[in-house]
């Protein structure tokens, strides 16, 4: 059903709190909104940054990388009058 819910409780410290509830009152917002927004905020980064782990995990396995000195050679480049094209693999 949609309108399932499940409690969550943690306990956070007073300073992290404290911002939750300033944000709450000038967004005029309960507290749980708030947290309903972070944890939902959070839990798609994660999910992406997951995606891209696999992702990675799957270039390594077809040896799709790039070498540590090239990437630190383009890298430094960026800092001087010859910039180097970003490496490819």
Do not use: F, N, Y
């Amino acid at each position: 059903m949609a309108g399932d819910t499940k409690v969550l409780t943690t306990h956070v410290p007073l300073a992290l709190a404290e911002k939750v509830d300033a944000i709450a009152m000038r967004l005029d917002r309960s507290r749980d909104w708030v947290m309903k927004q972070a944890l939902a905020a959070w839990v798609d980064e994660e999910e992406i940054r997951h995606q891209m782990t696999l992702q990675a995990l799957d270039d390594v396995d077809a040896v799709r990388v790039i070498d540590h000195q090239t990437v630190r050679a383009w890298a430094d480049s960026l800092s001087s009058d010859e910039k180097l094209l970003p490496p490819r693999a």
